[in-house]
């Protein structure tokens, strides 16, 4: 085949030379970005391994916590360290995001609940939320992570009442609706009209949009 | 009250031998036996990775993520990555494989409260174990603010190790009374 470097047009000889230059420079870069990958892999096949950790969660695991705005909510969790050496566990949490797109960066009330369990014992950690008066009420989902673990997320769910009892309630009482086999349209459409005035209502009082808010949420 | 199921175990990863008080002490003993074997380059910006690689992980917390955003917001992370790029930091850090260091720290600290720690001592040399294949070559490049993150998060796991190390023994009294009597020492001598 002919190459020429004659500009005319995107189809025949051009467009071949032009070709071959992509191919070229994506050659060029895709042997740059393997050989440092290679070098990496060198490098990390010969330093010894350090023993680590693995998270083993039971079945389903979900951690849920419920609470109202102003208040907190606390999420539990039992570790146990089924290893043959002592194990340092500090759990964090993930920010938290609704179906409504809103994030919330959950601020834990005092200490980071860091423990060094002995082999073969268990303890329970607890996390306490302080939940924000400006955070709409729904479910919030993330993870909880245990630092430096492989495999090292528990899913996390928490749910944000409504500080009015009322409009906590309603929601609530909808959603159990909901929850049954035989859930109406009516009761899913009450809770879901009753959580978005709520978030109207909120994000109102608050004077301005909270963090990660879609338009006309 | 938790229900049966809000619990997790902390198990032995499956392709390893596991922790025990001989494995780690294998893996400390030839970890200080590789830094005769590599450049200060090399060990120095595996520590550097390995902080970033920790700053990676706690980036994507509640907590890491709020003091991410803060550090963006002002002239730290413009500035740090300012210094990274041009003394090549970046390009250094990222040519080498993180070190666990999280790990490393746990393992030492459990060998710090081995009860059969003198036993396995009298057992040296224990051969340590290359990674090999379990090497993770796919990381992403050594990040300025992730190695900042990195270093806090890892210096507040390694302060809380310590403190939980002293705790079982700590006394936090401020007074201490002499065993004998609290009078002024008395004889012929003293007058």
Known sequence: MRVTNDPAGQGGAAGAFAELFRLESDFQARLAEETLRYLRQLHGAVVPVAPGTVVLPSDGLELRATGARRATAQLMLDVENLQRAHCLVTPQVTPLVSAAGVTWFPASDGAMPSRLLAPGTSERFTLTLSIPAALPAGDYRGAMLLQGFRSNSIAVVVTVEDESSNSGKFVAKAKQKAAHAGATKTAKKAAKKSTTKTTKKATKRAGKKPFGTRRGA | ?191
């Open chain 2, 1 to 191: 009250m938790n229900t049966p199921a809000d619990h997790v175990s902390l198990v032995d990863a499956p392709e390893e031998a596991g922790r025990t008080t001989a494995t780690l002490v294998a893996s400390l003993a030839a970890r200080l036996a590789t830094l005769y074997a590599v450049s200060g380059a090399a060990a120095v910006g595996s520590i550097v990775a390995g902080f970033a690689a920790i700053g990676r992980d706690y980036g994507s917390t509640a907590e890491g993520a709020r003091l991410r955003r803060a550090f963006e917001r002002g002239r730290v992370a413009s500035n740090g990555d300012a210094l990274w790029s041009a003394l090549h930091i970046k390009r250094w850090a990222s040519l080498v494989p993180a070190a666990p260091l999280l790990e490393q720290l746990r393992n030492d600290m459990a060998l710090l409260l081995a009860p059969n720690l003198g036993e396995t001592l009298a057992l040296l040399p224990i051969p340590g174990e290359p990674a090999g294949g379990l090497a993770d070559a796919d990381e992403p490049a050594t990040e300025f603010l992730d190695c900042l993150l990195g270093m806090y998060a890892f210096s507040r796991d390694m302060t809380t190790a310590i403190e939980a190390l002293a705790a079982p023994t700590r006394k936090d009294d401020t007074v201490m009374v002499p065993e004998g009597g609290s009078g002024p020492p008395r004889g012929s001598l003293l007058r």
